[in-house]
Structure formats: structure tokens, C-alpha cells
């Protein structure tokens, strides 16, 4: 089946930037998220998109989104150690549809 | 205002027992919704209650899955008889509303282990 797509690994030092990537397959999905997992704890909602804006910025949080090549990307400024975490792109269109998350790292 | 809970964090069972796993949403959410990631790999949607009627269950992936919201308010997700591939991280979410955005909130995950 069709898979929302995200590298599954990202290691940073603390202070530089980081952009984790997701390609998502439903072209008529209309908001496109960003959730944070950290350890033991559930998803928490960073983010999301409208499907016809291409950036959106929240502090330190950046979202781009290429509707033509069905990419989204977040990049965090400035990491931090707090940053650390499992981060997952998802897409709606009827549900919810997930990628599979990418870990980061944030070294200090 | 607390958030959603589920019970219990972790499940350890034998191949061919029954587990019980429950969500309690925030107070006052309609909609429920139940996920499941396994081994790593992507979160994939079970189910979803409107108060305590399944409003899509197109995600549930066998009859051995049953859940229930009786009066709408926590839900529980039945496992029997539980198989090893059954083993993962259930996560439930609840949100106010239910059209887009979906501004759910999640639960922090039962990690049930099949062995």
C-alpha cells in the first residue's frame, strides 16, 4: 500500500538546525502535521499546514510543504538537547495516516 | 484538565490470551480514535467512536480486535485470542471535533508484548 515516508534517523549537534523530511501520498490530504513523541509519553501535536500554504513558522519550528512533489519538511532552529525526540509527518485525508518517524538526536 | 490515559502502560501476555487495554479520553471529547505502531514501523489508524458509535473501523485488522465505548465516554480494545504479530505500542487519541484540522490528543500508548 501507499506509505507516508520519513528517514528513520537524524542526529544534530545542539545549536544547529535540523530538517526532518516526510513525502506523503494523498494529494487531496488538506492538512498535513507534525507530532512530537518523546519517551513514554504520547504524540504531541507541534504543527500543521493547510494544503495550499507552502510555509508556515512557529518560533523556532519551520514547516515547508511542495505540494507538487508531495514533500513536507520541519526544521527545528536551534536545536536543543529538549528537542530530542521521535518526530512523525502525518497527512489526512478520510483518517489519519502516519509515517513511521524519525528519531533525533541532539548531541551536545 | 487531564489528558488522555490509557491503562495499562505495558501488557505481557502468552500467544492465545486475552488482554484489555483502555482509553479514557479528555472529558468531553466525541471522538475517540485508536492506533496501533508495530515494531517501528508507521502508526496506523484501528478505529474511530463518534461518542459510542463506531464511526470507522475500516483499520481494525481482524475479528480477533474488538472495541467498544459504552455511553461514550473511556473505551476499551479487546485482543482474544492474541497472536504474536498482535505486539506493539495501541495508542488512543480523542478530539473535540472531527473535521480537519485533527487536533487530536494523544494517549501515552499501551505497549503490549505477545510472546
Known sequence: GEDVEQSLFLSVR??????INCTYTDSSSTYLYW?????GAGLQLLTYIFSNMDMKQDQRLTVLLNKKDKHLSLRIADTQTGDSAIYFCAESGD????GAGTRLTVKP | EAGVTQFPSHSV????QTVTLRCDPISGHDNLYWYRRVMGKEIKFLLHFVKESKQDESGMPNNRFLAERTGGTYSTLKVQPAELEDSGVYFCAS?????????QYFGPGTRLTVT
Open chain 1, 14 to 19: 545542539e545549536g544547529d538546525s535540523s530538517v
Open chain 1, 35 to 39: 507530532y512530537k513523541q518523546e519517551p
Open chain 2, 95 to 103: 478530539s473535540q471535533g472531527q473535521g480537519n484540522p485533527y487536533e
Open chain 2, 13 to 16: 501476555i502468552e500467544k492465545g
Open chain 1, 95 to 98: 483518517d489519519m495516516r502516519f
